[in-house]
């Protein structure tokens, strides 16, 4: 059960995230981890490509926030671009970007605050932590940090991933944190086309692996304090090179409240 959302100050907003972005910097100097970083070599094998596109129609949404969002990306990109994983080595999307300023060029984009759409600098990066996540569950990489947003947004419209299937952030103490726990190295390439934002986990070695992201247990309900909710798991099929189902996984479990009707009048 989705709890109704409380309403908290802005006061105790503010001290929250003053809180916990320092709770976050402290994990990030004494929390004994080996933090992945760029390599100039290029490693040879892709494991996972997959694009998104940088423009939607979206109700009630200036197209300049998704312009300006563009620009977000790019800047983001340059610091994640190439990032190696070794193993044992762990990657933090916000210690490798940063604080997305207006100092940095960082421009007002779309940004999504208790489940309504504002504006705020450095809007429009969740796209990227959005693509990684795709990208690593289709890899033996460990997510060891991921965060949802608590609130379903926007109807499903065109949706070819399945509710939940990203990963959503907040500087910096909504990170997205992915270990290697494997024998091999890992390699981020990022890019940005016309039309899509791309991106793919190269290695050293070939895939030895493949993966298939599926929902299960999808349920949309009505809660006794008269909103509705949104619920559903993720799972993932780990085949093998020949193609049979080596094993069948659970990734992750989601529950949002939905900031829409489920229901579509009929046409008269």
Same mark, same amino acid.
């Given at each position: 059960?989705?709890?109704?959302?409380?309403?908290?100050?802005?006061?105790?907003?503010?001290?929250?995230?003053?809180?916990?972005?320092?709770?976050?910097?402290? +994990?990030?100097?004494?929390?004994? #981890?080996?933090?992945?970083?760029?390599?100039?070599?290029?490693?040879?094998?892709?494991?996972?490509?997959?694009?998104?596109?940088?423009?939607?129609?979206?109700? *009630?949404?200036?197209?300049?926030?998704?312009?300006?969002?563009?620009?977000? +990306?790019?800047?983001?990109?340059?610091?994640?671009?190439?990032?190696?994983?070794?193993?044992?080595?762990?990657? &933090?999307?916000?210690?490798?970007?940063?604080?997305?300023?207006?100092?940095?060029?960082? +421009?007002?984009?779309?940004?999504?605050?208790?489940?309504?759409?504002?504006?705020? =600098?450095?809007?429009?990066?969740?796209?990227?932590?959005?693509?990684?996540?795709? +990208? /690593?569950?289709?890899?033996?990489? =460990?997510?060891?940090?991921?965060?949802?947003?608590?609130? *379903?947004?926007?109807?499903?419209? !065109?949706?070819?991933?399945?509710?939940? &299937?990203?990963? /959503?952030?907040?500087?910096?103490?909504?990170?997205?944190?992915?270990?290697?726990?494997?024998?091999?190295?890992?390699?981020?390439?990022?890019?940005? *086309?016309?039309?899509?934002?791309?991106?793919?986990?190269?290695?050293?070695?070939?895939?030895?692996?493949?993966?298939?992201?599926?929902? &299960?247990?999808?349920?949309?309900?009505?809660?006794?304090?008269?909103? #509705?909710?949104?619920?559903?798991?993720?799972?993932?099929?780990?085949?093998? =090179? *020949?193609?049979?189902?080596?094993?069948?996984?659970?990734?992750?479990?989601?529950?949002?409240?939905?900031?829409?009707?489920?229901?579509? !009048?009929?046409?008269?």
């Amino acid at each position: 059960m989705v709890q109704k959302p409380k309403y908290r100050s802005e006061l105790r907003l503010a001290l929250g995230r003053r809180y916990f972005t320092v709770k976050r910097y402290f +994990l990030w100097l004494f929390g004994g #981890y080996k933090f992945a970083h760029k390599s100039e070599e290029i490693l040879p094998y892709e494991i996972k490509s997959h694009s998104t596109p940088l423009y939607r129609k979206l109700k *009630d949404v200036d197209m300049y926030l998704q312009e300006n969002k563009v620009i977000n +990306l790019k800047i983001a990109i340059e610091k994640l671009q190439n990032v190696t994983i070794n193993p044992g080595e762990t990657f &933090s999307y916000w210690r490798l970007i940063g604080n997305p300023t207006k100092r940095k060029g960082y +421009l007002i984009g779309m940004v999504l605050k208790s489940g309504k759409v504002t504006e705020g =600098t450095g809007g429009g990066l969740c796209q990227l932590s959005n693509l990684i996540y795709w +990208l /690593t569950i289709h890899t033996p990489l =460990t997510v060891t940090e991921r965060h949802r947003h608590g609130y *379903d947004v926007f109807p499903d419209s !065109a949706r070819k991933q399945p509710f939940g &299937s990203g990963a /959503t952030c907040f500087y910096n103490y909504g990170d997205l944190m992915i270990k290697n726990e494997t024998d091999r190295i890992y390699q981020l390439k990022l890019s940005i *086309d016309k039309e899509n934002l791309n991106g793919t986990w190269l290695s050293n070695t070939p895939p030895q692996e493949y993966y298939e992201i599926y929902e &299960s247990n999808h349920l949309m309900k009505s809660e006794f304090w008269g909103g #509705y909710t949104r619920h559903n798991e993720i799972r993932r099929k780990k085949l093998t =090179t *020949d193609g049979k189902l080596a094993n069948d996984e659970f990734v992750v479990e989601n529950h949002a409240i939905m900031m829409y009707s489920p229901f579509i !009048a009929s046409p008269l």
